[in-house]
Every structure is written in structure tokens, then in C-alpha cells.
């Protein structure tokens, strides 16, 4: 058991200790393999086996794996003959976005019945701040408790729960434990829970960021808090202050069930500064990916791709173009991302940041919610 995860004095705090955030009590719900464990709830013959929601073509892409599978390496966005090379004896299961989205509702019908304080991330996580709760209980565990149980009951499925002060370390936590866990960071855990965490594990470090912080000899939270912020902006720009207040367990952000996104967008700084066309493109497909994969867990499509190219001198160009009908799949999205990138090549200098966005979310059309027929296209 985790020390810093006591489950024995959760949410309580001793006479005279500081409440921190300001006494806030933040859940972050996190459902278990949820694509997969659907489908092994709706046909026994799959629990227990190894199974992967996605496409089996040879540019497949796999949008889920259940636990069986993941032991043998294979996990989300991972092309599928690559995951079906680690197994062999994996099943692939086309998606079935409907029952997901019908499922997301139950959960979130749960919800409701503690708090209307729900910012959901996807069909699968949500935050919820039970600090004033519906059913007057004295602890933010208690309350993940309840919902862990009534999702078990009412739905089949298990979800695992972090709980804590901050929404940055409420969602650190949910992960910790998984799957079907509950930990639950107080106060005065926030900076040695966030210190032992690998970098790698925040929210907002990709594999290219965390491969350079790594070569800076930042591995773990406690290394990142010993960066100054001058440092860590000068080497992650508008990042680096996140980065700083995220090490020191800094997280004002509200829950807010209001939020509307406005975009979904991916873009990475290298290593080393860009050149030729091949490894442009190669970027561009990296973030299309992102963003398409994001666009299929919350069911959204836009009209709108842009991309943000910046050189080695920090001059920062954008790009954008308006379809007349909204998109989510990622050769698409690459597709036109190519398209706004050649008027500028070949590029002079190098290229050091990349990126792609979605936007024109839910404008223009009456129906921008993708159906489960054309997410279904991208994983063909």
C-alpha cells in the first residue's frame, strides 16, 4: 500500500494544518480500459482475453486494449499490426461508439446525484468537486467510494478514483492505484506524492517533452522542483511556468462543468531543429494522430485545422483553413495540415515546434457530434 495514498485518515486534517487550495475536495474519475471493458462486459467469450478496440487493416490504429492485453505491451494509438506482433493472439473488436456514449451518460447520471460541479475530460474522466456535496457526506472518499460501487452496480464496470486538494494532483492520483483503485492524496502529502512521480506522468509532458527533460537530468518531480522558473521557461517556454507551479503542487484551476472546448490541438518542440520534408510530415501525422485520437474519445469533429510552425529564430507562423464539413479522422486532418505546410517549404531555418489544432467545434453545423460510423472509419 502506498503511504502517501492513506485510505486510513483520507480527507481529514489535524487541528491547526493547513487545508490547502482552500480546503477544496476534488475527485478525478477515471474509467478502467473503458472501450474494452465494454465490450468484455457485453460478450462473455471475451473476459478474460486479451482484446483491442480498433481497426485490424494493416494502418490500423488501436484505440483501446484491455488489461490481458496490456501485459503484453500493447496500448492505445499503437498501430495494430505492431500490437498484434507483441500478441498474438489478440482479438480485435470493431468500436462501438453509441453504447460507449450511452454507457458515459449512466456514468454521469451517478454524477449528479453528488455533485453539479462535473467537468468531464472525455466519455471516460470526469472532475468532480464534492466539497459541498448533494449528500451532505463529511469526506471526498466516502463519496468516491459511493460512486466507485454504484458504477460496479450499475453499470458492470469498474472505475478507479484519485482524490485530493487540486485537480493536477487528483488526476496523478487516479492513475496510481489502477485498475479498480482509490488513492487519495490529503494536503500534507501534495509535495512528496507529486516529487516521487516520474515526470513522464504529467499531465501536459508528451514522450518528446519528457525525453528532453530527461536529458536534462529532470526525471521525477523532485528533480523538476529544483529547476527555477527562469530556467524551466527558457527551456519549455509558456510550459515552463506550468511546469514550475505543477511541481510545487500548484493548482488553483476550478472544476467547471460549464467548460466548452473550443479546439483540440497537439504540438511538440524538438530536440533538434527540423529540416527536410520527410521528417515535417512525419511530425504533422504524430499530431494529427493526437488529435484525432482526442476528437474520438469525446466525440467531437471540427471545421477548422490550423498549424503553428515555429523556426529555430522563434518566429512563429500559423495556418489555418475552414472545410465546409466537419472532421475527426487523422488522415484528414494530416491532409489538409500538409497542404496549409507546403507553401512554406523548404523551410530556410530549421523548424524547432510543430503543431496541429481542430477547432470550429460544434459551429456551423446542427450536428457536429461524430457518429459512430465515421469514427469507426479511422480505425478501418
Do not use: W
Not at 474519475?29 to 482484446?51: C, H, N, T, W
Not at 456535496?133 to 460496479?152: D, L, P, S
Amino acid at each position: 500500500m502506498y503511504l502517501l495514498c492513506s485510505m486510513e485518515r483520507p480527507d481529514q486534517q489535524a487541528d491547526g494544518e493547513e487545508s490547502g487550495e482552500g480546503g477544496r475536495k476534488i475527485i478525478h474519475i477515471d474509467m478502467d480500459a473503458f472501450y474494452a471493458s465494454v465490450e468484455q462486459r457485453d460478450d462473455p467469450a471475451l473476459k478474460g482475453r486479451p482484446v483491442a478496440v480498433g481497426g485490424t487493416r494493416e494502418r490500423g490504429v488501436v484505440a483501446a486494449a484491455s488489461y490481458e492485453a496490456r501485459k503484453y505491451g500493447v496500448r492505445s494509438a499503437m498501430a495494430s499490426a505492431l500490437a498484434r506482433r507483441l500478441c498474438p493472439d489478440l482479438l480485435f473488436v470493431r468500436p462501438r461508439f453509441e453504447v460507449y456514449r450511452e454507457v458515459s451518460r449512466q456514468i454521469h447520471l451517478i454524477f449528479a446525484d453528488y455533485t453539479d460541479l462535473v467537468e468531464p475530460l472525455s466519455l471516460d474522466e470526469a472532475y468532480l468537486d464534492v466539497t459541498n456535496n448533494h449528500q451532505g457526506i463529511a469526506t471526498a472518499t466516502e463519496v468516491a467510494r459511493q460512486i466507485r460501487a454504484r458504477i460496479r452496480e450499475e453499470t458492470g464496470l469498474t472505475a478507479s478514483a484519485g482524490v485530493s486538494y487540486n485537480k493536477f494532483i487528483a488526476k496523478l492520483a487516479s492513475d496510481h492505484n489502477k485498475p479498480d483503485g482509490l488513492c487519495v492524496v490529503r494536503p500534507d502529502q501534495g509535495l512528496a506524492f507529486i516529487a516521487m512521480q516520474p515526470v513522464g506522468r504529467f499531465h501536459g509532458v508528451g514522450p518528446v517533452t519528457a525525453t528532453r527533460m530527461e536529458k536534462l537530468g529532470i526525471h521525477t518531480g523532485a528533480d523538476l522542483r529544483r529547476c527555477s522558473r527562469e530556467f524551466l521557461g527558457q527551456q519549455f517556454g509558456k510550459s515552463g511556468d506550468y511546469f514550475y507551479l505543477a511541481a510545487r503542487a500548484i493548482d488553483h484551476r476550478a472544476v467547471r462543468p460549464d467548460r466548452v472546448r473550443k479546439s483540440i490541438g497537439s504540438e511538440n518542440t524538438f530536440f533538434h531543429d527540423l529540416y527536410s520534408h520527410e521528417d515535417l510530415a512525419a511530425a504533422l501525422l504524430e499530431s494529427s494522430e493526437s488529435v484525432a485520437r482526442h476528437a474520438e474519445r469525446t466525440g467531437k469533429a471540427g471545421r477548422t485545422i490550423s498549424i503553428k510552425l515555429r523556426y529555430s529564430d522563434f518566429r512563429t507562423l500559423t495556418r489555418a483553413r475552414t472545410l465546409p464539413a466537419p472532421v475527426a479522422d487523422a488522415a484528414r486532418i494530416q491532409e489538409v495540415a500538409l497542404a496549409l505546410l507546403a507553401p512554406l517549404e523548404p523551410v530556410a531555418l530549421g523548424v524547432r515546434l510543430l503543431g496541429v489544432t481542430l477547432s470550429s467545434l460544434g459551429e456551423g453545423d446542427d450536428e457536429m457530434v461524430v457518429t459512430a460510423e465515421q469514427l469507426a472509419l479511422a480505425f478501418e
